[in-house]
């Protein structure tokens, strides 16, 4: 092998490895390490977004509504980079990074999905966001996820039928 061909492969592993981790990778993992120790996570770029005050209104709705164990995540477009591009790549990698039984939202980039990996039947707790989307949606994302908590809440409690 020529000392040229050396120094190019050397020159390319030095570059690989002190390129920096892909931004959406943070955003994701960011979002998954914050939600282990709490179920709602705002990052401070997400446009939607919601106020501290919004976020804490969902940590007690979650509560107080038979909906927990759920997690949601609010995130820049940026994360949808993440494995795939798209919000249901995001959801699938948070349930996985978390790797926790629950309901998952996300709204990335004001993209709203969500998923279960738990005691709803299978593609319920997406047809319940776009239930919530479209009764809640031109009142706010707060609003919207809100109406999302309650419904799986209800699915939970198995008062669901009677809501809707």
Same mark, same amino acid.
């Given at each position: 092998m020529s000392l040229r061909r050396v120094a190019? @492969?050397?020159?390319?592993?030095?570059?690989?490895? *002190?390129?920096?981790?892909?931004?959406?990778g943070e955003l994701v993992d960011s979002a998954a390490a914050a939600l282990r120790i709490d179920p709602v996570y705002v990052h401070p770029d997400a446009e939607p977004t919601l106020t501290d005050a919004e976020a804490d209104a969902l940590r007690d709705r979650i509560r107080e509504s038979?909906?927990?164990? *759920?997690? @949601?995540?609010?995130l820049p477009a940026e994360a949808a980079g993440q494995e795939g591009?798209?919000?249901e790549d995001v959801l699938r990698a948070l349930a996985r990074a978390i790797d926790r039984p629950g309901a998952y939202a996300v709204v990335v980039g004001g993209r709203f999905r969500a998923g279960s990996s738990t005691d709803l039947?299978?593609?319920?707790?997406? =047809?319940?966001a776009t239930e919530a989307f479209?009764?809640?949606? =031109?009142e706010g994302l707060a609003a919207t996820l809100e109406e999302w908590v309650d419904l799986v809440g209800q699915a939970r409690t198995g008062t669901l039928e009677e809501a809707t």
């Amino acid at each position: 092998m020529s000392l040229r061909r050396v120094a190019s @492969i050397v020159a390319v592993a030095a570059l690989l490895a *002190t390129a920096p981790a892909a931004h959406a990778g943070e955003l994701v993992d960011s979002a998954a390490a914050a939600l282990r120790i709490d179920p709602v996570y705002v990052h401070p770029d997400a446009e939607p977004t919601l106020t501290d005050a919004e976020a804490d209104a969902l940590r007690d709705r979650i509560r107080e509504s038979g909906a927990a164990p *759920t997690f @949601i995540a609010v995130l820049p477009a940026e994360a949808a980079g993440q494995e795939g591009g798209g919000p249901e790549d995001v959801l699938r990698a948070l349930a996985r990074a978390i790797d926790r039984p629950g309901a998952y939202a996300v709204v990335v980039g004001g993209r709203f999905r969500a998923g279960s990996s738990t005691d709803l039947p299978s593609g319920l707790a997406g =047809d319940l966001a776009t239930e919530a989307f479209e009764e809640r949606r =031109d009142e706010g994302l707060a609003a919207t996820l809100e109406e999302w908590v309650d419904l799986v809440g209800q699915a939970r409690t198995g008062t669901l039928e009677e809501a809707t």
